[in-house]
């Protein structure tokens, strides 16, 4: 499956890791603890997954804010966040644009009755 991922790059603070990622993801602290130390995605989503990527800027920023590092991963490649943005938009405008075609459907259709 295609996955967005983010792995805690900094090794030095895991409390502060652990503290933060606490707020986003259901794991206890030694899962938190493993995945940091064995440089596993502490937190993915599918690519698809808008409120899970969303989830993952919110953890980066969070974690930035914090002086932790982070590194996303798309599809097993090393990305950025702006990218993630991006693709956060992207699926906006696709979402407009989807609702502007049914809007349209359901007015030709209420027009022509």
């Known amino acids: 499956m295609d996955t967005i991922g983010l792995k805690i790059k900094t090794k030095y603070d895991i409390p502060s890791c652990i503290r ?11 899962e938190i603890k493993e995945k940091i130390s064995s440089g596993d995605y502490v937190f993915e989503c599918p690519y698809t997954d808008e409120e899970g990527i969303r989830m993952i800027t919110n953890i980066h920023k969070k974690l930035m ?39 349209r459907e359901i007015y030709r259709k209420t027009i022509k009755n």
Not at 20 to 30: D, H, K, N
Not at 77 to 96: G, K
């Open 65 to 103: 804010l914090a002086c932790i590092e982070t590194e996303v991963y798309e599809h097993g490649r090393l990305t950025t966040v702006t990218f993630l943005e991006n693709l956060l938009n992207t699926y906006s405008e696709i979402d407009a644009d989807v609702d502007n075609m049914i809007e």
């Open 20 to 30: 933060i990622l606490r707020e986003y993801v259901g794991l206890s602290i030694g």
